[in-house]
């Protein structure tokens, strides 16, 4: 089971709206509504950011969205700011290869 | 508070043999899948295997499996997972982290545990 494919950074300004994208195949992202997003700063253990696609736990900024088309999930960073500075990694459950959960390749979102 | 408790940095050599523990604080195992998570240095996150403390029914990616072993204790609610002959490139970070049975996303996370494997 490969990594599902991620930009490996991605970057805007204060204020502005970025998107990272998650690509999958229809055994894993496609297949299921079962994505998450976690957000890893330096040094720290991973963050859960969204789950089930779109869902933000309780705490997240709304400034923090996700969707998914295909095999594709997304997630949306709207408003930028310097705190949102960090490693982002989708995840997706499935079923394939005796494989339960497959994490994207992670992105380095920097804010300029 | 709840969280998931692991225990400190590890430094050992090739061959050796290695048990890293995670323990909810503050909330009972019952009810949550466990899992493991690699992260080498520089790299990606990867997930390893998880676990069912209430029933102690596993799940292994291929990539660890035969490899590692999880494992639980659901009396005390920890979690470990077993090395039997530490590789140098099992040198990495292993973060336990927590799944609600019934959903399919992590969330609590404890801080990692530091393995080092160095002759």
């Known amino acids: 089971q490969s990594a599902l494919i991620q930009p490996a950074t991605v970057s805007g300004s204060p204020g502005q709206s970025i998107t990272i994208s998650c690509t999958g195949t229809?055994?894993?992202?496609?297949?299921?509504?079962?994505v998450s997003w976690y957000q890893q700063h330096p040094g720290k253990a991973p963050k859960l950011m969204i789950y089930?696609?779109?869902n933000r736990p309780s705490g997240v900024s709304n400034r923090f969205s996700g969707s998914k088309s295909g095999n594709t999930a997304s997630l949306t960073i709207s408003g930028l700011q310097a705190e949102d500075e960090a490693d982002y990694y989708c995840n997706s459950y499935t079923t394939t290869g005796g494989v339960s959960y497959v994490f994207g390749s992670g992105t380095e979102v920097t804010v300029l | 508070e709840v969280q998931l408790v692991q225990s400190g940095a590890e430094v050992k050599e090739p061959g050796e043999s290695l048990k890293i523990s995670c323990q909810g604080s503050?909330?009972?195992?019952?009810?949550?899948?466990i899992g493991w998570v690699r992260q080498m240095p520089g790299k990606g996150l990867e997930w390893m295997a998880t676990i069912y403390p209430r029933d102690s029914q596993t799940k292994y990616s291929p990539s660890f499996q035969g490899q590692v072993t999880i494992s639980a204790d659901k009396s005390i609610s920890f979690v470990y997972l077993q090395w039997s002959s530490l590789k140098t490139s099992d040198t990495a970070i292993y973060y336990c982290?927590?799944?609600?049975?019934?959903?399919?996303?992590?969330?609590?996370w404890g801080r990692g545990t530091l393995v080092t494997v160095s002759a």
């Open positions: 503050g909330y009972s195992f019952i009810g949550y899948w």
């Open positions: 982290a927590s799944a609600r049975a019934g959903s399919y996303h992590f969330d609590l």
């Open positions: 229809s055994s894993d992202v496609g297949a299921y509504d079962y």
């Open positions: 089930d696609v779109s």
